[in-house]
């Protein structure tokens, strides 16, 4: 599978962004989906994940209740829509491809090459 992640850029606080993650090659609908992010000068930290239907989201609890995941197996594509950044969110995200129900980036086969969002305050 190849992801291609796109959508970042930079937003005021409070605002909102919507990432989209574009998958080709091997069956899509087949695998679970994750966002993960890593900001400066950190580790690279789960945000969210759905599973391969869409019938099940589940996510970090720095970003429960202003983001939310969700896919369109139709058109290969899975998106992170972010509501009511804060600083704290800037980062570089990464989508990424699993056969598990997983929370760790080791369970993740496929990723992304990654998009950038900062938040300014």
């Known amino acids: 599978v190849q992801l291609q992640a796109s959508g970042g850029g930079l937003v005021q606080a409070g605002g909102s962004l919507r990432l989209s993650c574009a998958a080709s090659?091997?069956?899509?609908?087949?695998?679970?989906m994750g966002w993960f992010r890593q900001g400066p000068g950190k580790e690279r930290e789960f945000v969210g994940r759905?599973?391969?239907?869409?019938?099940?989201?589940y996510y970090a609890n720095s970003v429960a209740g202003r983001f939310t995941i969700s896919r369109d197996n139709a058109k290969n594509t899975v998106y992170l829509q972010m509501n009511s950044l804060k600083p704290e969110d800037t980062a570089v995200y990464y989508c990424a491809a699993s056969t598990k129900a997983s929370t760790k980036a080791a369970d993740y086969r496929y990723w992304g090459q990654g998009t950038q969002v900062t938040v300014s305050s």
């Open positions: 759905i599973n391969w239907s869409g019938s099940s989201t």
């Open positions: 090659g091997r069956t899509f609908s087949a695998y679970d």
